[in-house]
């Protein structure tokens, strides 16, 4: 899975639609908008794709594209979801793991400190969900279990 932002033909109608940046030379605000593409490596195949305004969040549209996925698909057929580090959030691992996807995402230095102490080449990792990231999960909207607080992700 991934994402890309594209540079439409700057006219009202699409800067309205799809939503507009500013760019420091002349140009001034442009036309965007942000693309994103479920792919199956092993066969090849884009299995949905999606257009939509430029100030759309990549983990949303990551939900949109494995929800599609989900329907598509028999319970039975297991998948291993790619991503890069511009996916990965607490949020989106539980909504993952609540959905029953296996995933592997790159994260960049300093994601969570229980990530950086890993020295081993291949490792499980636990996150536990403090008090502070309980309350930082709530405040974006994905409110945590007690029980979910304690056992972590």
């Known amino acids: 899975m991934d994402g890309s932002v594209i540079e439409l033909p700057n006219s009202p109608a ?14 001034g605000t442009l036309a965007r908008a942000r693309s994103s593409a479920l792919y199956d490596v092993l066969n090849g195949l884009v299995i949905h794709t999606i257009l939509g ?15 599609a996925l989900l329907e598509l698909t028999s319970p039975d057929i297991p ?10 959030s607490a949020d989106l691992i539980l909504w993952l793991k ?13 994601f969570y400190t229980e990530i950086d102490a890993v020295t081993e080449p291949d490792a499980v990792v636990t996150i536990p ?4 990231r309980a309350r930082h999960l709530k405040e ?4 945590v279990s007690a029980r979910r607080s304690r056992s972590g992700f």
């Open 14 to 27: 699409l800067r309205e639609k799809y939503g507009a940046s500013e760019n420091q030379a002349e140009h």
């Open 53 to 67: 305004r430029y100030d759309r969040a990549e983990r949303d549209m990551a939900k949109e594209h494995l929800i």
């Open 79 to 88: 998948h291993l979801v790619l991503f890069d580090r511009g996916y990965p």
């Open 98 to 110: 609540a959905h029953h996807l296996r995933f592997v995402m790159r994260v960049a230095k300093g």
């Open 129 to 132: 969900i403090t008090k502070d």
């Open 140 to 143: 974006q909207g994905t409110p």
